[in-house]
Structures are given as C-alpha cells and as structure tokens.
C-alpha cells in the first residue's frame, strides 16, 4: 500500500473561514470568546477527549476478541509490558497537582484486527495497535521500543500540538465540551484521522530519544527495539511509517540516545509463545 508524501491539513482549511467567522459573530455581539492554546488543555480535560476518541474508534474498527485464547495471552502480555513502559509517564510525579494523570484509571490495550502496520496512543494513555503490526515483531524488546515511543509521543505533548496545527486549539476545545461552533469537525472525524495523523521528523526524533530514554528507566530490555522495525523492508510502505518519517541516519543515531549504562540489554524470549504463537 502506497501513502502520499505529505498529507495537507484537510479539516484545517476548510475550518479557517468558519472559525473566524464565529469569532466575527461574537464581536459583532460583543462578547469575543477567549481563544485556547496547548497551555489551556489541562490532563483532565485531554482524558474527556481521550474516552470520546476511544468510544468512536470501537465503533470504527473490528478488534481481537478479549477472549480465550487471546485474553489470558496477547492482551495479558501486552498489557502487561504497557503497563510498565508507561508507569513513570501515568505516576506523573512531576506535574503539579493539579495537573496530572488520572491514577485510578487504567491505560488499556486494545488490538484492532488489520494486516497493515497501525500503533498510536490517545490522550489520557489508552493504546491501539492493529495485528498486522504485532506479527511483525519477534522479540519483546521490539514490542516494549513501540510503546514507550508511542506513549511518548502522546505524553511529552507532541499529539496535542500536532492537533493544534491541523485543526487549531479553539475547534478542540469546543468539540471536547460540547460547544456548537459554525465547522465540520466531529469526534468521528477525529477517530478517523488518528491512524493517519503525521508527525514532522523532528518531532519524530525527540519522541526516540524520549521513548529510549524511558525504556532504560523502567525495564531491563535493550533501548534499540526500533532498529529492526526500521530495517525491516515490509514497513517501507506501511501507514505506520508514512505518519511517523524518519530523519536522516536515525538507525545509525538512536545507538547514541542510550546511555552507558542501558548498553547490553537483553531482547527477551516471551514474544513468541504469548503473542506469535497465538495470533499466527
């Protein structure tokens, strides 16, 4: 499957001229409405967003059955391995109190039934990855790169502001809270973009040094899980890739995000019999 090079921000020209036309109206009543920035988009407000786009992406996509054999294998193992990458980013010691993750909320896994090379994470944690991107793996590590990367992108922020650039915070904000604006943006739009969402390569390489980083924190598994998915031929045309480019010499570059102290780490040898073993 062949993706275009660049993708134009559909919705974000064709919600221009609505938006300011709102802002005009407002004006014109005297009552101008604050515009949002990122700032404005606290954890609690990015978790409403996170279980709208979660409740219409289940409506989108066939999903793996959480059943047997499945349920006590693939989703156990993965959410096992997810809850791990991700448990500095969901303790959120640094943020303010006022600002941080919901600790009593599980950041779940769910597997969307399809061939082609699909993974990203939804505001407030939660985890989509297509099967077709699982059987593509062979070793835990590269399984455990995947997750801190995606998580990462979600967590340091990078999805908001790429959000903000294709459909600007004004739009986001009133369509978390409700709020009729004069465009076409829905919740099922937004669902339906994820999978096609791209990153500029810049951000894609602060997001590797971010997710190598947070592997060496919180597990044993070598950092360099994205090397084989990256010399891998099959993703060359992947939807994953064409939304996630790489930047010149990343494979020769993300050895060098790895501290000392993370070199020499084990692949792990569970992959096969939780998660291969059961969807091949």
């Not at 993706?3 to 005009?24: C, D, N, T, V, W």
């Not at 409506?59 to 993965?78: I, K």
């Not at 967590?155 to 294709?166: F, V």
């Not at 070598?222 to 031929?233: A, K, M, V």
Request: proline share 5%; glycine share 4%; charged share 25%.
């Amino acid at each position: 499957m062949n993706y275009e090079q660049h993708r134009p921000s559909r919705l974000a020209k064709a919600l221009f001229f609505p938006i300011i036309g709102s802002m005009l109206f407002f004006a014109c009543q005297g009552e101008l409405p604050d515009v949002p920035d990122e700032s404005s988009f606290k954890k609690e407000k990015l978790e409403k967003l996170g279980a709208m786009l979660r409740n219409e992406l289940l409506l989108q996509h066939e999903f793996l059955a959480e059943l047997p054999p499945y349920d006590t294998s693939v989703y156990w193992y993965l959410q096992k391995l997810y809850d791990q990458a991700t448990s500095v980013m969901h303790l959120d010691k640094q943020s303010s109190i006022t600002d941080k993750w919901d600790q009593d909320r599980i950041w779940k896994v769910y597997i969307i039934k399809d061939e082609d090379r699909l993974a990203f994470a939804l505001p407030g944690g939660d985890f989509f990855i297509s099967t077709g991107m699982l059987k593509s793996f062979e070793n835990d590590y590269e399984l455990y790169a995947l997750l801190s990367f995606e998580a990462s992108l979600m967590n340091e922020g990078h999805l908001l502001a790429q959000w903000t650039r294709e459909y600007n915070a004004f739009t986001l904000h009133n369509l978390i809270e409700g709020i009729d604006t004069p465009n076409p943006l829905s919740i099922e739009d937004l669902a339906k973009e994820m999978i096609s969402l791209p990153f500029e390569a810049t951000v894609i390489e602060m997001a590797d040094k971010s997710a190598i980083d947070n592997t060496c924190n919180t597990s044993l598994l070598s950092p360099l899980g994205l090397i084989p998915t990256l010399d891998n031929p099959d993703f060359y045309n992947s939807r994953w890739l064409f939304t996630r480019p790489s930047y010149d010499g990343r494979q020769q570059a993300l050895p060098n995000f790895a501290d000392d102290a993370c070199e020499g780490r084990q692949r792990g040898n569970n992959y096969q019999r939780y998660v291969l073993d059961k969807l091949n």
